[in-house]
């Protein structure tokens, strides 16, 4: 199983960035993907989830900001952020779920992928 992470970098705060990732190694189709995020000195956390067929979840502090989708022909799952805020700042990563509906936890994803940094600064 390979996740490779791209999209991230600097932006102003109210900004936008689209977060992508390669997956490789499964069947992406049959599994569910999912974004975390771990900010310095905090414990990683759930961002955004979506199931093998499209169905999503969000955590209550990007929902209406922040969009997850996949492109099974890419085998690529994406995260849209918009109206970025500093509180933001963290690095991002892809996680594919053994499951084809998964949860919020991280111990529903066995696999991960190296992150990608966001900052959101002006």
């Given at each position: 199983v390979q996740l490779v992470e791209s999209g991230g970098g600097l932006v102003q705060p109210g900004g936008s960035l689209r977060l992508s990732c390669?997956?490789?190694?499964f069947t992406f189709s049959r599994s569910g993907m999912g974004w975390f995020r771990?900010?310095?000195g905090k414990e990683r956390e759930f961002v955004a989830g979506i199931s093998w067929?499209?169905?999503?979840?969000y955590a209550d502090s990007v929902k209406g900001r922040f969009t997850i989708s996949r492109d099974n022909a890419k085998n690529t799952v994406f995260v849209q952020m918009n109206s970025l805020k500093p509180e933001d700042t963290a690095v991002y990563y892809c996680a594919a779920s053994r499951f084809l509906v998964p949860g919020t936890g991280s111990r529903d994803f066995g696999s991960w992928g190296q992150g990608t940094q966001v900052?959101?600064?002006?």
């Open positions: 390669a997956a490789s190694g771990q900010a310095p067929s499209g169905s999503t979840t900052t959101v600064s002006s």
